[in-house]
């Protein structure tokens, strides 16, 4: 799994735009007590069911993998010459 600049912000990006996409979807929104660990497996799960991403490999559904697939997510969506991105 290679390293991306700005990881940690754009996984923080992606958990922002997938709960909105959630909430758009009709699902409850997830509160502040829900952990960061919760919401991007939830958010993944979503993004599958959805056919937005791919899914892992049963045996590779880990946390880090799956934060990994929400910043390859939100990367695609951004504009090239987003912040972020440089």
């Known amino acids: 799994m290679k390293k991306?600049?700005?990881e940690a912000k754009l996984l923080k990006q992606a958990?922002?735009?997938g709960m909105a996409?959630?909430?758009k979807q009709g699902f409850a929104d997830l509160d502040r007590s829900t952990s960061p660990k919760?919401?991007?497996e939830?958010?993944?799960r979503l993004l599958v069911?959805?056919?937005q991403i791919t899914?892992?490999?049963a045996d590779k559904e880990d946390g880090p993998n799956m934060k990994h697939k929400l910043v390859l997510w939100i990367s695609r969506l951004l504009p090239p010459d987003h912040e972020l991105l440089q």
């Open 49 to 51: 069911a959805a056919q």
């Open 4 to 6: 991306i600049k700005n």
């Open 15 to 17: 958990i922002t735009l």
């Open 42 to 44: 939830c958010i993944y």
């Open 38 to 40: 919760d919401k991007v």
């Open 21 to 23: 996409f959630a909430k």
């Open 55 to 57: 899914p892992l490999p």
